[in-house]
């Protein structure tokens, strides 16, 4: 306590500060960390993974299918969010098809996303606060690791999870923190009206239950009386012009986009997401409390303390909103405990408690430790992934620059000669080497049969063999063939799955596949052109039913 008290105007100064001097240093120090670990990532390429290495390819197929001229929704089966694939075809115009270009495309996004994400905390909180959450929201997008995952468990599964997190993380602060006083200039306003917009449309390329998510949000702060309804149309009407623009860019048919969500969404049972809803908030619920501590502001009883503009069930409403939308994303997530928006929730708190006037007789030693309250508060939820993923890319730049990492043999003439597994000799080791076998097994299989007239499908759970040997992609098929968008219940007609495909690689028994589409996949005689331990390779018989005119869908991947 003596030390508060002896530094409390420095610690004042230091915690709440956002003048133009300190913002400017906030940003600089932004600057140098973002493209220090940028150039670091560029420089590095592809991580060694030793994770869930199998879902990376996922990312790799659409991307592939995008730069080779095919339009997602249109030319295959996707339900899963475009955005991913679209700033990884940008990796590959950058780089080349490798896996490095996922980490090219993550480094590019986050500079495109943090830098309005620090214009619009620079009207909200200090600068302490702005670097703190802007830092956050970058790691969100380039760090190679699972949320939820340990640090050193590295690889690129479910990367719309953490760009959909960057996205709602940016929203909810838009939607719910009003600018701080003397900062409501209504050019501002406006702009982040068509920002707000533009997020709102990068939210449905992420993940549909994040566009849900933030829907539900512009819904709450409507209900708090935040968003005028000027702004409100303004932000309707950003985000239908940024629709329309990315609709266009990409040549996605709207009723496409929407019909593959619907397949998706058919196939998936409430029961056992409510379920996970309910055991997750039961895990979960011991920081609500912590969250609500700082309206216990609003009730001190002190009329000149109480700021009546704010009345406190909004903030409990606020507060109560993120904590249910990010227990909503983590129970239709696959992802383990991890909750980003919760640090959402310790800034809103946080501002609550350093935006309260002080009343007269209040010492200033007290206003100091208030002060240290919402430091501490932001910190509690903000610095532990911020040093997760510090870690992780630690953990990524000793691996590789040590060449702790083996490759499948393979694959090194290969594009995807970048495909590094970390040398472990523990049950992820095992893991991996068993994919790597996987992998080799694939590419060799291919390489005996392929020819320039064969257009190949691989319906398998992911696809890295077409991008690897530089095949072009046939029209029709999936990125990724998993029980998550593809059920009995709901799933897409067999004929689109083919396309204009004249073979079909598949794991062995079509064990997915026969159970979906039963008598309809026994019909189309398939033949066996080779199988091996993990994979069989088919042609299919000219004429057979399920396959789509040839001319038509050429035409279409054109």
Not at 107 to 112: D, T
Not at 251 to 257: E, G, V
Request: aromatic share 10%; hydrophobic share 50%; with cysteine.
């Amino acid at each position: 306590m003596y030390i508060v008290r002896k530094y409390q105007k420095q610690i004042d100064r230091f915690i709440c500060s956002g003048n133009r001097g300190a913002y400017f240093r906030a940003w600089a120090l932004l600057v140098v960390a973002l493209a220090t670990l940028g150039t670091l990532i560029f420089r590095l390429g592809a991580p060694a993974m030793n994770g869930r290495s199998w879902d990376t390819p996922i990312i790799l197929d659409g991307a592939w299918r995008i730069v080779n001229g095919q339009v997602s929704h249109r030319d295959f089966y996707n339900y899963l969010g475009d955005l991913p694939f679209y700033m990884t075809a940008l990796g590959m115009k950058l780089g080349r098809p490798c896996v490095s270009a996922i980490d090219y495309g993550n480094v590019v996004l986050m500079a495109a996303l943090v830098l309005p994400a620090m214009a619009v905390l620079r009207r909200r909180t200090s600068a302490l606060a702005a670097f703190l959450f802007s830092l956050f929201i970058g790691l969100l997008v380039i760090t190679p690791r699972p949320l939820g995952d340990p640090y050193d468990y590295i690889d690129h599964a479910m990367l719309y999870n953490r760009y959909g997190e960057a996205f709602i993380v940016l929203l909810g602060t838009i939607v719910f923190l009003p600018p701080r006083p003397g900062f409501g200039k209504r050019w501002a306003d406006w702009a982040e009206a068509v920002l707000a917009g533009g997020v709102l449309v990068a939210l449905l390329g992420c993940k549909l239950n994040y566009f849900v998510v933030g829907l539900g949000f512009f819904g709450v702060a409507c209900v708090m009386g935040r968003l005028r309804i000027g702004w409100m149309l303004l932000c309707l009407c950003g985000a239908a012009a940024f629709l329309a623009i990315a609709l266009a860019l990409s040549k996605i048919p709207l009723s496409d986009l929407v019909n593959d969500y619907r397949i998706m969404s058919a196939g998936q049972r409430p029961g056992g997401k409510i379920h996970v809803l309910v055991i997750q908030g039961l895990k979960s619920v011991v920081w609500l409390p912590v969250l609500l501590l700082p309206v216990w502001e609003g009730f001190l009883g002190e009329a000149e303390r109480v700021d009546h503009r704010q009345p406190a069930w909004r903030h409990i409403l606020a507060i109560v909103a993120i904590f249910g939308g990010a227990l909503l994303l983590l129970s239709t997530n696959t992802q383990i405990g991890e909750m980003p928006l919760l640090g959402l929730a310790a800034l809103y708190g946080a501002e609550m408690i350093l935006r309260q006037p002080s009343a007269p007789a209040e010492a200033p030693f007290f206003v100091t430790v208030r002060h240290l309250g919402a430091l501490l508060l932001v910190l509690l939820f903000l610095l532990p992934p911020i040093l997760a993923g510090l870690k992780t890319i630690r953990f990524v730049t000793f691996a590789v620059m040590k060449k702790n990492w083996d490759s499948p043999e393979a694959l090194q003439s290969t594009r995807l000669n970048d495909f590094r597994f970390v040398r472990d000799e523990a049950t992820r080791g095992t893991d991996s080497r068993a994919y790597m076998e996987e992998l080799n097994e694939g590419i060799e299989l291919l390489r005996r049969h392929a020819d320039p007239e064969m257009r190949l499908n691989a319906l398998l759970f992911s696809n890295p063999y077409q991008v690897a040997l530089g095949l072009r992609p046939a029209s029709g098929g999936t990125v990724c063939l998993c029980r998550v968008g593809f059920t009995e219940r709901s799933h897409p007609p067999l004929a689109r799955l083919l396309g204009n495909a004249t073979h079909i690689l598949t794991e062995r028994g079509c064990k997915e596949l026969k159970e979906v589409y039963g008598a309809e996949w026994d019909a189309l005689h398939l033949q066996v052109v080779e199988q091996t331990g993990h994979f069989t390779l088919f042609k299919i018989p000219e004429g057979r039913a399920g396959q789509l005119d040839k001319a038509k869908m050429d035409g279409k991947a054109r």
